[in-house]
Protein backbone atom coordinates (compact mmCIF):
# COMPACT_ATOMS: atom_id res chain seq x y z
CA UNK A 1 0.00 0.00 0.00
CA UNK A 2 1.14 3.68 -1.03
CA UNK A 3 0.21 6.37 1.12
CA UNK A 4 0.63 10.07 0.70
CA UNK A 5 0.80 12.93 2.74
CA UNK A 6 0.49 16.07 2.32
CA UNK A 7 0.94 19.64 3.38
CA UNK A 8 1.11 23.30 2.88
CA UNK A 9 -1.71 24.44 1.82
CA UNK A 10 -3.69 27.50 3.45
CA UNK A 11 -5.03 30.93 3.05
CA UNK A 12 -2.94 33.66 1.68
CA UNK A 13 -3.46 36.68 0.16
CA UNK A 14 -2.90 37.21 -3.87
CA UNK A 15 0.37 37.30 -5.11
CA UNK A 16 1.66 35.73 -2.37
CA UNK A 17 3.30 32.21 -2.26
CA UNK A 18 2.89 28.68 -0.94
CA UNK A 19 4.43 25.76 -0.75
CA UNK A 20 3.04 22.54 -1.34
CA UNK A 21 4.60 18.54 0.04
CA UNK A 22 3.82 15.41 -0.76
CA UNK A 23 5.51 12.41 0.58
CA UNK A 24 5.34 8.82 -0.57
CA UNK A 25 5.83 5.64 1.23
CA UNK A 26 4.77 1.98 1.78
CA UNK A 27 5.75 -0.71 -0.75
CA UNK A 28 7.55 1.59 -3.30
CA UNK A 29 10.11 0.15 -5.11
CA UNK A 30 10.28 2.76 -7.63
CA UNK A 31 8.95 6.34 -8.78
CA UNK A 32 7.96 7.12 -12.57
CA UNK A 33 6.43 10.46 -11.74
CA UNK A 34 4.58 12.84 -9.74
CA UNK A 35 2.73 15.55 -9.88
CA UNK A 36 -0.05 17.93 -8.68
CA UNK A 37 -3.46 18.49 -9.89
CA UNK A 38 -6.35 20.92 -8.59
CA UNK A 39 -10.52 20.75 -8.65
CA UNK A 40 -11.73 24.04 -8.08
CA UNK A 41 -15.98 24.30 -7.19
CA UNK A 42 -18.14 23.50 -10.34
CA UNK A 43 -15.04 23.00 -12.54
CA UNK A 44 -12.94 19.39 -13.36
CA UNK A 45 -9.64 18.47 -12.10
CA UNK A 46 -7.28 19.73 -14.01
CA UNK A 47 -3.19 18.96 -14.40
CA UNK A 48 -1.39 21.06 -12.45
CA UNK A 49 2.35 20.24 -12.99
CA UNK A 50 3.87 17.04 -13.33
CA UNK A 51 7.40 15.87 -13.12
CA UNK A 52 8.80 12.39 -14.84
CA UNK A 53 11.28 10.04 -12.81
CA UNK A 54 13.88 11.78 -15.52
CA UNK A 55 12.96 14.92 -14.29
CA UNK A 56 10.54 16.58 -17.23
CA UNK A 57 8.39 18.82 -16.03
CA UNK A 58 4.76 20.04 -17.62
CA UNK A 59 2.60 22.73 -16.62
CA UNK A 60 -0.90 23.78 -17.06
CA UNK A 61 -0.62 26.94 -18.80
CA UNK A 62 -2.27 29.07 -16.43
CA UNK A 63 0.62 28.64 -14.04
CA UNK A 64 3.92 28.38 -15.87
CA UNK A 65 6.37 30.89 -14.70
CA UNK A 66 4.39 31.26 -11.57
CA UNK A 67 4.58 27.35 -9.94
CA UNK A 68 7.54 25.24 -10.10
CA UNK A 69 7.80 21.50 -9.19
CA UNK A 70 10.28 19.85 -7.87
CA UNK A 71 11.21 16.26 -6.41
CA UNK A 72 12.93 14.50 -3.96
CA UNK A 73 13.63 10.67 -4.84
CA UNK A 74 15.43 10.16 -1.56
CA UNK A 75 12.84 11.81 0.18
CA UNK A 76 9.92 10.26 -2.09
CA UNK A 77 8.46 14.09 -1.63
CA UNK A 78 7.20 16.31 -4.86
CA UNK A 79 7.17 20.02 -3.70
CA UNK A 80 4.88 22.63 -6.03
CA UNK A 81 6.43 26.19 -5.16
CA UNK A 82 3.67 28.36 -6.07
CA UNK A 83 4.15 32.44 -6.02
CA UNK A 84 2.54 34.99 -7.31
CA UNK A 85 -0.92 33.30 -6.61
CA UNK A 86 -3.96 34.91 -7.69
CA UNK A 87 -7.52 33.84 -6.93
CA UNK A 88 -8.24 31.94 -9.69
CA UNK A 89 -5.77 29.18 -8.39
CA UNK A 90 -8.26 28.55 -5.20
CA UNK A 91 -8.69 25.26 -5.25
CA UNK A 92 -7.91 21.52 -3.57
CA UNK A 93 -4.83 20.54 -4.62
CA UNK A 94 -4.10 16.75 -4.76
CA UNK A 95 -0.57 15.07 -5.44
CA UNK A 96 -0.40 12.09 -7.68
CA UNK A 97 2.45 9.58 -7.52
CA UNK A 98 3.07 6.72 -9.79
CA UNK A 99 5.64 4.06 -10.24
CA UNK A 100 6.17 0.39 -9.00
CA UNK A 101 5.38 -1.40 -6.04
CA UNK A 102 7.82 -3.70 -4.75
CA UNK A 103 5.25 -6.54 -5.50
CA UNK A 104 6.06 -5.64 -9.50
CA UNK A 105 2.71 -4.31 -9.57
CA UNK A 106 2.92 -0.76 -10.75
CA UNK A 107 0.49 1.67 -8.27
CA UNK A 108 -1.19 5.36 -9.20
CA UNK A 109 -1.56 6.68 -5.75
CA UNK A 110 -3.68 9.91 -4.51
CA UNK A 111 -3.75 12.12 -2.12
CA UNK A 112 -6.73 13.37 -0.27
CA UNK A 113 -6.21 17.03 -0.83
CA UNK A 114 -5.26 20.03 0.35
CA UNK A 115 -7.49 23.83 0.38
CA UNK A 116 -5.69 26.60 -1.22
CA UNK A 117 -7.80 29.74 -0.89
CA UNK A 118 -6.57 32.84 -2.05
CA UNK A 119 -7.86 36.11 -1.13
CA UNK A 120 -8.18 39.45 -2.88
Known amino acids: QVRLVESGGGLVQAGGSLRLSCAAS????????MGWYRQAPGKQRELVAD???????DYADSVEGRFTISSDNAKKTVYLQMNSLKAEDTAVYHC??????????????WGQGTQVTVSS
Open 26 to 33: GSIYSING
Open 51 to 57: ITGGGRT
Open 96 to 109: NVRGWATTGRDFDS
